[in-house]
Nanobody, 118 residues
């Protein structure tokens, strides 16, 4: 079973940038479709971005399109989320997830907190 550990969260001012990392162990992440999700206080979990296992195609939520970029480093077995032009409404717990080919994200990390001040 794959283990996922996120890092890179923190406190940043509006307009700033952060890069989140999702390090995998126990399996090769390049074999999986990977995604980032977020959950803001009092809200439901929200899809942020995904990168496909085949071809590396990416897809983003409208709320982050043009500001966030998901990518992989297969040599480091890590998936990244580069977040630019951050807004206070981006404040949330960000978690990465893996789809091992079932069509569902069955493996999750614990998450990393991102707080954007105005």
């Amino acid at each position: 079973q794959v283990q996922l550990v996120e890092s890179g969260g923190g406190l940043v001012q509006a307009g700033g940038s952060l890069r989140l990392s999702c390090a995998g162990s126990g399996a090769t992440l390049s074999r999986f479709t990977m995604a980032w999700f977020r959950r803001a206080p009092g809200k439901e979990r929200e899809f942020v971005a995904t990168i496909r296992r085949s071809g590396g195609g990416t897809y983003y939520a409208d709320s982050v399109k043009g500001r966030f970029t998901i990518s992989r480093d297969n040599a480091k077995n890590t998936v990244y989320l580069q977040m630019n032009s951050l807004k206070p409404e981006d404040t949330a717990l960000y978690a990465c997830a893996a789809d091992q080919g079932t069509g569902q994200y069955g493996d999750w990390g614990q998450g990393t907190q991102v707080t954007v001040s105005s």
